[in-house]
Nanobody, 123 residues
């Protein structure tokens, strides 16, 4: 599975961005999809995930109520709608795909990774 992320950019605090990640080379609907981010000097951090059908989602506490993950299996695309952005959200955002079962989403291992898209939030 190849993943291509896009939609990053520079935005002022309080603004919004929508990230997209399009998959090719595999059966998209068979994969749990996730978004991760990595800020400068920090380790990569899990942000959100969505089950194969889109029924279930999981978020880290710091973005609950501000970010929404969704997917369109007909378009092989997963989205991350980011509202009320803060400077602390500045990072490179990566999408990832897992062939594992939804189970415990916090423990899921991801097999495939996109190249990342930069999100910069100015204060």
């Amino acid at each position: 599975v190849q993943l291509q992320a896009s939609g990053g950019g520079l935005v002022e605090a309080g603004g919004s961005l929508r990230l997209s990640c399009t998959a090719s080379g595999g059966i998209f609907s068979r994969h749990v999809m996730g978004w991760f981010r990595q800020a400068p000097g920090e380790e990569r951090e899990f942000v959100a995930s969505i089950s194969r059908t889109g029924v279930y989602t999981y978020y880290i506490d710091s973005i609950k109520g501000r970010f929404t993950i969704s997917r369109d299996n007909a378009k092989n695309t997963v989205y991350l709608q980011m509202n009320s952005l803060k400077p602390d959200d500045t990072a490179v955002y990566y999408c990832a795909a897992s062939s594992g079962a939804w189970g415990d989403p916090a423990m899921l291992k991801y097999n495939f990774w996109g190249q990342g898209t930069q999100v910069t939030v100015s204060s």
